[in-house]
Nanobody
Framework: QLQLVESGGGVVQPGGSLTISCAVS????????IGWFRQVPGKEREAIAC????????YYADSVQGRFTISKDELYHTVYLRMDSLNVADTATYYC??????????????????WGAGTLVTVSP
């Protein structure tokens, strides 16, 4: 089993930056790939980026290439999502999620087995 807890959401102005965090705990965490997803009410959940906790391999969705950066802290099993050049369309609840695979693309493309509760990011003037 995997436990995931997001933090760091809040209100940011358009053009600004924000980093959100996901604390990962559980058994055999190094065999998981962790992903960031987001969802706006009434719309489908969207994958953003995923990272392998074993070797740091990264997969990015095309929609956020160049603006969002996923990374991980080796010691504390924390996964970060740095978001730059934010715009109103980035307003959403952001979730971290995990799938037992060392291929991050599988988490982003096929979904995850374990989910956090989400953190709300609001981009507003």
């Amino acid at each position: 089993q995997l436990q995931l807890v997001e933090s760091g959401g809040g209100v940011v102005q358009p053009g600004g930056s924000l980093t959100i965090s996901c604390a990962v705990s559980g058994y055999s965490v190094k065999y998981y790939s962790i992903g960031w997803f987001r969802q706006v009410p009434g719309k489908e959940r969207e994958a953003i980026a995923c990272i392998s906790l074993r070797d740091g391999e990264i997969y990015y969705a095309d929609s956020v290439q160049g603006r969002f950066t996923i990374s991980k802290d080796e010691l504390y099993h924390t996964v970060y999502l740095r978001m730059d050049s934010l715009n109103v369309a980035d307003t959403a609840t952001y979730y971290c999620a995990g799938r037992m695979t060392v291929v991050p693309a599988q988490t982003c493309q096929n979904g995850a087995d374990y989910w956090g509760a989400g953190t709300l990011v609001t981009v507003s003037p």
